[in-house]
């Protein structure tokens, strides 16, 4: 069947359509409530949703018959009257496959419940795959982790580096010889399951922001990986930035005369922070020295984006023995760089979510898709 506009529509059709939209917006309003704040009851559910209480009673019916929550019976404290029995989510409900292509020249992937919790987690070589090996790399090992799942699938998760269109299509991810791939449609028909794909940063982030810290003064993280790019969150809402492009911050250049890049430049951050190159360096050199150096370049990218939105936290995503050095030079040059106003209450600081955080944000790429939760 094709596709029709709403305007093409008899006015039955759209009132049908928009109180199906209704529906499900309700039913994610229930889902954000028990996800963000734990266990509730249908009076409480209707009081922080604003919903009637018939409605949101007709929603945990719903969800109940589906198994995505639970009655956890009553709270132990006691109340005048009937108590009230608290509804639960169930995060073995149903699973995500998570799958994470920024670590260098493999592919990582895992089982996650919808609590971010791994179940089994995978790896296999890419062994230099590039452009179509890659993609039937990265197919046969989703298809894999699909089967290996113990419950019914949610959604596949990828992220990937590069630029990654809202859609799913790898816009330019050169270090995979990908341009223009609509790598969620292609695992989609071969998965048949739903597929979302995203930039590596801005679903770390997401996991960030899901599964660690809200950053309800505006989050930003940085991903150390094969490159450097950087995802942020303002107001709840992940930024795309004009051609899906937000967070490349490993391309901002810091010195004309540094090392060539892979975009074919000189002396951008990324050639300085990039995991394989900055592991290179610490073996030839002075390792205090040059996580100095490095810090410091990125404190100064760093700085103009901080005054700019006056955020309050930049996380680091990526290995320990490196974020946790790197945070603590690169926050000390920002706030000697911007205004005493603007660093108060600033702070940059390691991701809680260590290595899994890519994995984990892919988890919540899929339930912001399928159940409106982020």
């Known amino acids: 069947m094709s596709w029709r506009s709403p305007t093409d529509r008899s006015p039955r059709e759209r009132i049908k359509l928009?109180?199906?939209?209704?529906?499900?917006?309700?039913?994610?309003?229930?889902?954000?409530?028990?996800?963000?704040?734990?266990?509730?009851?249908?009076?409480?559910l209707a009081r922080s949703s604003g919903l009637t209480r018939v409605t949101v009673s007709d929603l945990v019916a719903e969800l109940l018959a589906e198994g995505l929550v639970e009655e956890l019976g009553t709270p132990s404290e006691s109340r005048v009257g009937k108590p009230p029995t608290?509804?639960?989510?169930?995060?073995?409900?149903?699973?995500v496959v998570a799958i994470d292509l920024s670590v260098d020249d493999q592919v990582t992937g895992a089982v996650l419940d919808l609590a971010g919790q791994v179940v089994l987690r995978d790896a296999r070589p890419l062994e230099g795959r590039r452009?179509?090996?890659?993609v039937a790399a990265v197919r046969a090992f989703a298809a894999d982790l699909t089967a290996r799942s113990s419950r019914p699938l949610l959604g596949v998760g990828v992220a990937t580096p590069g630029v990654?269109?809202?859609?799913?299509?790898?816009?330019?991810?050169?270090?995979?010889?990908?341009?223009?791939?609509?790598?969620?449609?292609?695992?989609?028909?071969?998965?048949?399951?739903?597929?979302?794909?995203?930039?590596?940063?801005?679903?770390a982030v997401m996991?960030?922001?899901?599964?660690?810290?809200?950053?309800?003064?505006?989050?930003?993280?940085?991903?150390?990986?094969t490159g450097l790019g950087a995802g942020l969150v303002i107001g709840g809402a992940l930024l795309h930035g004009q051609g899906g492009a937000a967070g490349e911050i490993?391309?901002?250049?810091?010195?004309?005369?540094?090392?060539?890049?892979?975009c074919g430049r000189p002396g951008c951050l990324e050639t300085y922070l990039a995991v394989p190159r900055l592991?290179?360096?610490?073996?030839?050199?002075?390792?205090?020295?040059?996580?100095?150096?490095?810090?410091?370049?990125?404190?100064?990218?760093?700085?103009?984006?901080?005054?700019?939105?006056?955020?309050?936290?930049?996380?680091?995503?990526?290995?320990?023995?490196?974020?946790?050095?790197?945070?603590?030079?690169?926050?000390?040059?920002?706030?000697e760089r911007v205004l005493p106003v603007s660093a108060q209450q600033f702070v940059v600081r390691p991701s809680p979510l260590g290595d899994d955080g890519v994995l984990v944000g892919a988890t919540g790429v899929v339930l912001a898709g399928e159940l409106g939760v982020s």
């Open 279 to 335: 592991r290179r360096e610490l073996a030839a050199g002075d390792p205090a020295a040059v996580l100095a150096d490095a810090g410091a370049r990125l404190g100064q990218v760093l700085a103009p984006v901080v005054a700019t939105l006056n955020l309050g936290e930049v996380v680091l995503s990526g290995p320990a023995d490196l974020v946790e050095p790197l945070a603590e030079v690169a926050e000390r040059v920002v706030r």
């Open 207 to 225: 996991g960030e922001f899901v599964f660690g810290s809200r950053g309800d003064g505006g989050l930003m993280l940085l991903r150390l990986s």
């Open 131 to 134: 452009g179509d090996d890659a």
């Open 86 to 95: 608290l509804i639960g989510l169930v995060p073995d409900a149903k699973h």
């Open 250 to 262: 490993g391309h901002v250049q810091v010195d004309p005369d540094g090392p060539r890049c892979g």
């Open 18 to 44: 928009a109180r199906a939209d209704s529906r499900r917006h309700h039913r994610s309003m229930v889902l954000q409530e028990l996800f963000a704040t734990g266990p509730a009851s249908r009076a409480d």
């Open 164 to 203: 990654v269109s809202p859609d799913g299509v790898v816009r330019d991810a050169p270090n995979l010889g990908w341009h223009d791939l609509p790598l969620a449609d292609v695992l989609t028909e071969a998965l048949q399951q739903p597929v979302y794909v995203a930039n590596d940063a801005n679903t």
